[in-house]
């Protein structure tokens, strides 16, 4: 469903709007920024507290994150690039709303690591589209993935590695849990571009070879965890 | 040789953490979810309604480039609430670069003051 302009521009969005043309509204803001704005304003409403929480619960205000802040800046980013949302036809409309989510959640990911490059280097604000990851091909590749039970061999040691986490400190549950928002699918490990490493670094308050380190020390241990199960 | 196959499988098992480890973050909602499923896993974690909303009117400003009157709010002046007479005389001081006026200067300001506040001469008795 690729979006087009929108002629129906003189009507006004509605609470009860779908999402896709919600997204098509804002995506006309050049032609009718009031009915845009309109438009923000009931998709921010519906959407933007699944963000929040996310944000809150993962504590990323210890990163220097405001949530707030962050999940503004998401949906503004959103407003922007409305116009490069795209989903299949014929979804479901349960289907449809996870696919918008994971857009916004795409977005919201690719803000975050143009917020930890900022922490590098305020100087140097890099908008280098070679970092951000394509919205819809990452989701996609992700998706084939999401088969059910693509994953057996995990099946049973979830629950070890949950207890693991559980008694790690906050400081290291954190460190480990931020740097798998960089886990390649392909690689099938973390990989964290050097500039973002080092934003990382400075947000946590110590050096990249340091998050290196504990990284590695922090597997380690979830190796050992999960042999003496 | 045999240590590159050693090599091999130690890679291969640190692949294989790391997959484990990562696929239970995105069952439960630690990392960005991507997919369908991961939103649906973050969905079964967390509780939107529970997490206090944002005024959509912030948004508005910042997509108009405007500062919202919380924005605003966000500026905190230093040294609290200031009479004005102190604000004032900081004013001043700041219009000297922060120096101090001599006795002398002072001595020659009051004595101007005070010839200016004095009325016209004829107008004593009016």
């Known amino acids: 469903m690729s979006l087009m302009s929108s002629t129906e521009g003189q009507l006004k969005a ?49 990163l220097g994150f405001d949530p707030e802040d962050f999940v503004l800046r998401t949906f503004h980013k959103a407003f922007d690039k409305a116009d490069t949302f795209d989903a299949p036809p014929n979804l479901s409309p349960e289907r449809l709303l ?28 890099t908008m280098d589209p070679g970092h951000m990851l394509s919205p819809d091909q990452e989701d996609l590749n992700q998706q084939v993935g999401d ?50 490493l080092k934003g990382l670094a400075n947000a946590l308050a110590t050096t990249p070879e340091g998050i290196k380190q504990k990284r590695k020390r922090l597997l380690q241990k979830l190796k050992e965890h999960l042999e003496n199960k | 040789m045999k240590n590159d196959k050693n090599q091999a499988k130690t ?15 995105r069952e439960d909602g630690k990392v960005f979810p991507t ?64 120096g101090q006026i001599t006795d002398e200067v002072r001595r020659q300001m009051e004595e101007d003051r005070a010839n200016a506040e004095k009325p016209p001469d004829g107008q004593k008795n009016q």
Do not use: C
């Open chain 2, 35 to 98: 997919s369908d499923k991961d939103i649906s896993n973050l969905e079964a974690e967390v509780d939107p309604d529970e997490v206090k909303s944002i005024d959509p009117a912030r948004l508005l400003a910042r997509v108009r480039g405007e500062k919202t009157e919380e924005e605003s709010d966000k500026v905190v002046p230093l040294f609290g609430e200031v009479p004005n007479q102190v604000q004032e005389d900081m004013q001043a001081m700041a219009a000297r670069n922060g």
């Open chain 1, 147 to 196: 088969v059910e039970g693509a994953a057996p061999v995990l099946t049973g040691k979830a629950a070890a590695v949950r207890t693991f986490l559980d008694k790690l400190p906050e400081g290291d549950r954190q460190l480990l849990e931020t740097s798998f928002n960089f886990y390649d699918n392909n690689a099938r490990k973390v990989v964290i571009p050097e500039d973002i």
């Open chain 1, 98 to 125: 996870k696919r918008v989510q994971a857009w916004l959640f795409q977005i919201a990911k690719n803000e975050f690591f143009m917020e930890l490059r900022k922490g590098l280097n305020k100087f140097e604000e």
């Open chain 2, 11 to 25: 890679g291969a098992r640190e692949e294989n953490l790391e997959a484990l480890l990562h696929q239970v973050l």
């Open chain 1, 14 to 62: 509605k609470v009860e709007d779908d999402d896709v043309s919600l997204i098509l509204r804002m995506a006309d803001k050049n032609s009718n920024p009031k009915d845009a704005e309109a438009a923000l304003v009931i998709f921010f409403s519906r959407h933007h507290r699944l963000l929040k929480a996310f944000t809150e619960r993962n504590k990323y205000q210890s």
